[in-house]
């Protein structure tokens, strides 16, 4: 044996090729295989190499040259790998050849070559090897290498795993037995394997048979034990944790229960049909029923039948229900909990025969007899024995007992499963027998009675917990769990529509609808009616899935069935709303941000039930505190600031429902559209506008020429168009009441400007849109810029907040001026000076795209206007009409009389704040086109 510096760069085999891609270099490390068969300290570095050094010559031969497999093959390397292996050489050496194995498997693309490393059994011996996995990384790498072989599946490559001759499948079988490992990653790589190996199982009936036969049944109850394990381990957590202190334990429990249901449901969604019926069996009579379903009703804790409390279990099937969509399982446990009693858990003849004979019981949430281990153990076993059976047709003797006794409990296993599906069908179709008697003859009303008959516990208890629980009389705890059920229910796609029919919960798809559950709707709307108390302890969370859920009972394709009684009752909440938003009015001077940033938020993110559903501080009781990181809909508000949002946002609720149910469009949200604005690279007419030329020093030093120009609702800078004179395109637009403006201290001709961005998140850092040094001509100039932009900013927030209380139904209080012009005429006095453009969006070379928006309303003191020569020849489309007191009439009288006869004004009482639909628009026109139309 010789070291490591001799045998890499001498060694009796000459020296190493200088190209270490070649097939030589593949022969020198071979040599070296040959030579150092045993694994020492002082030739264990040089094996790690050499086998990683093997391991890049196949990866470049799969791609280069396929004589390196043929050596490969040839020479029969994998056997030194096995080798190594087999000489317990010590963690480093394990850990280096599976990582470069799994390299090696990874990084091969061709058939051939993988076909090659295949062969042999090599593969599977590797597979089979007993590994240190109390070791963290040879577990990872180990696991690593198991998932990467189960990528490598397909029609062709299953049978090298496979063997149908001794019934035998490592690979499946020696990844499930971690199913239950403690680090996560190595359960979901367990996870993908299997999924893997059922995926190809669908074309190989001998292998779906084993794996139905052999390791279903023990790995599916392991599995749901597992689960249920979980469950109760989180259901703990939450009973314990009344203070929030243990919230990231409570985040990853319910994370793995959720990674838990996405694996049922990948499973479920293969549609294996065998696999499907043991899975569902085993979920419905072990898990879901006994554990979940039970639990509602019953919170008597035993050792034989351990419970959760009731809100762990509603949280819980709600997941289910949104996440998987498999209809024999999804119809038969809705089946259960909306006309479903206790005797679905009592035994029967039958099963009473059973229990005396096994330890177990029907629809029990009990502990496998066997761990997964084990089972597959005695199930490997009896196939071997069969094997062995075949040659020599009666062995006697100890071995023919232990088979004999191995085959007697499998029997005994396959009679039970029999039986139980006996019972199962039997329960089926008698359940289907007297619902059918029952709901033969049935009408409308009869079934609001049925449904409302909330105090017989005896018939329908699991249905009649759901209802009392949305008759919350303080908080809403166990409400927000009872409608996301209902909600998950009813848009889940397996459940049978007829199921729902029956306490007359409509689902989603509904094409029409009829009738609808009465005591539902009036639960939902008792649910409103303490939302809108000042004190109230119901979540903007439960109030929009209640407003989801009444919508969805009586709304069908636009058409509302909702019963007068029931409509006056909402709309009556609706007026308490109001009334509570009416109390926060200006009580903060934010609250025209916090009224537009509720909405916008509103309109951006809806409710998502399933995000919902995730989040695992709901499990906790209801907080009012924003230090326990809670997002705001999932607890209830601290302080005047958070009751102002709540209100706010209640009052979005109950109007946009109020219209749907109504059927009538939204017209006065939100305060400001995207429509009714300026946008960059419109052409604007900006004859007779008024404009003040400056410099824009952006942040970055560059610097252009611009014209500014105040809207009513916004800043523009503009530049000339090149076609057309008189005509401007907007390089930039933004908000008034989202800009800051501050002057520059060692500069008097100068500006600083700031707008920000319209936030979603009220939470949310605000963005700067433009950041700019604005420079003037001079100091006059500067000073004028200043004053409009300021005025236009507060005249544009008051203006919002007068749409607000137009809206809240409150009296508006209208100034007599406006940013420092008054009205020409009386009847104009009193109207809102709201402008909305009704041109469409074109292109800059669009010649029909004429819009005034600068025009002489907007005018104030300071404007550059050629007033005198207005005054001395005035338009003989109208004549300024006497000024009304306290008003200015300089250079704004004429072109605001102007304006005045060239548009509609319209009165007081249709004011643009309430008009419907914005139909009504007022187009502006300049100028020009006012003396052009006179």
Not at 113 to 121: G, M, T
Not at 363 to 378: A, D, G, N, Q
Not at 604 to 625: C, F, H, Q, R, W
Not at 718 to 737: D, H, I, M
């Amino acid at each position: 044996m010789f070291g490591r510096s001799r045998s890499w760069v001498g060694g009796s085999s000459g020296k190493s090729p200088r190209n270490i891609h070649s097939l030589e270099h593949l022969k020198y490390m071979y040599h070296l295989l040959t030579k150092n068969t045993t694994v020492t300290d002082s030739n264990r570095n040089l094996l790690v190499e050499t086998i990683r050094s093997i391991t890049e010559i196949l990866i470049w031969g799969d791609q280069n040259d396929s004589s390196v497999f043929d050596f490969f093959l040839e020479k029969n390397m994998f056997v030194f790998f096995l080798n190594i292996l087999r000489q317990k050489s010590g963690r480093y050496v394990c850990v280096q050849l599976l990582q470069t194995i799994n390299i090696l498997f990874e990084n091969i693309s061709h058939e051939t070559s993988l076909y090659y490393l295949l062969s042999n059994n090599h593969v599977n011996s590797i597979i089979v090897h007993k590994f240190d996995f109390s070791d963290e990384e040879i577990m990872a790498y180990y696991i690593s290498f198991l998932k990467t072989l189960s990528l490598k599946l397909n029609n062709h490559t299953v049978h090298f795993f496979y063997n149908e001759h001794t019934n035998d499948f490592a690979l499946y079988t020696e990844a499930i037995k971690f199913f239950n490992h403690p680090e996560s990653m190595v359960r979901i790589a367990v996870r993908t394997i299997t999924l893997n190996v059922y995926k190809v199982s669908l074309d190989n009936q001998l292998m779906l048979h084993y794996i139905r036969d052999k390791t279903a049944v023990p790995y599916f109850s392991n599995l749901v034990w597992f689960i249920g394990s979980h469950v109760i381990e989180l259901d703990n957590c939450v009973q314990t944790d009344e203070e929030h202190r243990n919230r990231a334990k409570l985040s990853d429990l319910v994370a793995e229960h959720l990674d838990h249901l996405h694996y049922l449901n990948d499973i479920l969604i293969i549609n294996c049909e065998f696999l499907n019926d043991v899975l569902t069996d085993h979920l419905l009579n072990r898990l879901f029923l006994p554990l979940y379903v039970y639990s509602l009703v019953s919170q008597e804790q035993s050792g034989e039948h351990p419970k959760i409390s009731r809100q762990a279990s509603l949280y819980l099937l709600s997941q289910v229900f949104l996440i998987i969509h498999y209809r024999p399982l999804v119809n038969s446990l809705a089946d259960v909990i909306l006309n479903g009693d206790l005797s679905v858990f009592s035994l029967h003849s039958e099963q009473d025969a059973l229990k005396h004979s096994m330890s177990t019981s029907i629809r029990c949430f009990t502990k496998p007899v066997e761990t997964l281990e084990r089972s597959l153990e005695i199930s490997r076993h009896k196939g071997k024995k069969k094997l062995q059976k075949r040659p020599n047709y009666k062995n006697v003797g100890e071995e023919d007992e232990e088979e004999k006794g191995l085959e007697e409990k499998e029997d005994d296993i396959e009679k039970l499963k029999e039986i139980e599906m006996v019972i199962m069908e039997r329960c089926k179709i008698s359940g289907a027998q007297n619902v059918g008697l029952t709901e033969q003859n049935t009408t409308d009303e009869e079934k609001t009675a049925a449904a409302s008959r909330v105090d017989s516990p005896k018939r329908r208890p699991f249905l009649d917990m759901v209802y009392n629980a949305v008759e919350c009389s303080e908080e809403d705890y166990y409400a927000l769990f009872v409608l996301c059920l209902l909600f998950a229910m009813s848009h889940n796609k397996g459940i049978d529509p007829d199921l729902l029919e029956k306490i007359q919960v409509p689902p989603e798809q509904a094409e029409e609808k009829n009738s609808y559950s009465h005591v539902l709707a009036e639960r939902l709307i008792k649910i409103m009616n303490q939302a809108t108390q000042a004190d109230g302890k119901i979540r903007l969370a439960t109030l929009e899935l209640a407003c989801l859920l009444l919508k969805q009972l009586v709304l069908s394709d636009g058409n509302c069935i909702i019963k007068d009684v029931h409509l006056a009752c909402y709309e009556g909440a609706r007026e308490e709303s109001v009334h509570l938003l009416r109390r926060f009015y200006k009580g903060e001077e934010i609250f025209l941000d916090m009224f537009e940033d509720e909405y916008r938020a509103m309109m951006s993110k809806p409710l998502n039930v399933e995000y919902l559903m995730m989040d695992a501080s709901i499990l906790l009781p209801p907080t009012g505190t924003p230090l326990t990181g809670i997002d705001f809909v999932k607890r209830l508000p601290c302080g005047d600031v958070e009751r102002t949002r709540r209100a706010i946002r209640v009052f979005f609720m109950f109007r946009s429902l109020s219209l749907q149910l109504q059927g009538e469009p939204e017209t006065q949200l939100p305060l400001t559209r995207d429509e009714d604005l300026i946008r960059t690279d419109d052409v604007l007419d900006l004859n007779n506008s008024d404009l003040i030329a400056c410099t824009v020093v952006t942040k970055d030093g560059s610097q252009m020429h611009r014209f500014l120009a105040v809207d009513i609702y916004q800043m523009s800078l503009v530049e000339p168009e090149s076609k057309r004179l008189g005509w401007g395109v907007v390089k930039f637009a933004g908000l008034l009441q989202d800009m800051q403006v501050m002057g520059v201290e060692d500069d008097s001709r100068a500006l600083n400007i700031i707008i920000h961005k319209p936030a979603s998140n009220p939470h949310a850092r605000p963005f700067p849109i433009l950041q700019a040094t604005f420079i003037f001509s001079d100091h006059i100039r500067c000073i004028i810029a200043k004053q409009r932009l300021a005025k236009g900013r507060i005249q544009a927030r008051r203006m919002k907040m007068q749409r607000i209380a137009v809206l809240l139904d409150l009296p508006v209080e209208i100034s007599s001026e406006v940013m420092g012009f008054g009205h020409g005429s009386p009847s104009s006095a009193h109207h809102l000076p709201f402008r909305f453009y009704d041109q469409s969006r074109r292109g800059i070379s669009d010649p029909t795209v004429q819009r005034s928006v600068f025009a002489s309303v907007d005018k104030v003191p300071g404007f550059a206007v050629a007033q005198h020569i207005n005054q001395q020849s005035p338009s003989p489309a109208s004549s300024p009409s006497p000024p009304s007191s306290g008003t200015i009439t300089t250079s704004t009288g004429c072109s605001d009389t102007i304006t005045t006869s060239a548009t509609s004004t319209p009165s007081a009482t249709q004011s643009p704040t309430v008009r419907s639909g914005r139909r009504g628009r007022r187009r502006v026109f300049s100028l020009s086109e006012a003396e052009s139309r006179g």
